[in-house]
């Protein structure tokens, strides 16, 4: 890297600065978790992981939560809390993801972004023969172990009814 010039110094910084926010959900229905598989030509192809995607310009993240769960599952859910953030391995992209309960459907993948969806408990996962997304695989076993804590929903904030967790 070179010594900075007067034209990089003043050359006008990027504003406001841009963050790829990635959004996840685990959802629970009982004693099982939510997995969806994904297709081929995806990143993370024939790997079982949460339901994930990016937040899209005007969403909120928790919207694009329930919104990418629908699409990628064909299950409705509804948020419980934030279950935290993460920083994910590509360097300006950012986890959110947040601990939801089933309300309706049945486990459908989507035939684009994933092959296979279901719910699957830890002894199912134990004997699964599949492979997860390291990641995925880890929070999820967590959750099902009840080793996590939740930030709920905070609709008293005063920027309400933006979302707040806190």
Request: proline share 9%.
């Amino acid at each position: 890297m070179g010594d900075p010039n007067e034209e990089t110094l003043n050359a006008p910084a990027q504003w406001p600065p841009k963050m790829a926010v990635c959004v996840g959900t685990v959802v629970l229905q009982g004693k099982r978790a939510l997995l969806i598989r994904q297709a081929r030509g995806h990143p993370l192809a024939g790997q079982w992981s949460i339901p994930w995607g990016v937040v899209d310009e005007g969403e909120s993240p928790e919207d694009a939560a329930l919104r990418e769960t629908y699409e990628e599952s064909s299950i409705k859910a509804e948020i419980d809390g934030l279950l935290g953030i993460q920083n994910l391995p590509r360097a300006g992209w950012l986890g959110i993801v947040f601990l939801c309960h089933h309300v309706e459907g049945k486990p459908v993948a989507d035939g684009v972004e994933t092959d296979k969806a279901a719910y699957l408990s830890l002894e199912e996962m134990d004997s699964f023969e599949e492979p997860f997304e390291p990641w995925c695989e880890w929070l999820v076993r967590r959750v099902l172990r009840g080793e996590y804590t939740v930030t709920p929903y905070e609709p008293n904030n005063p920027y309400h009814p933006r979302g707040a967790f806190l």
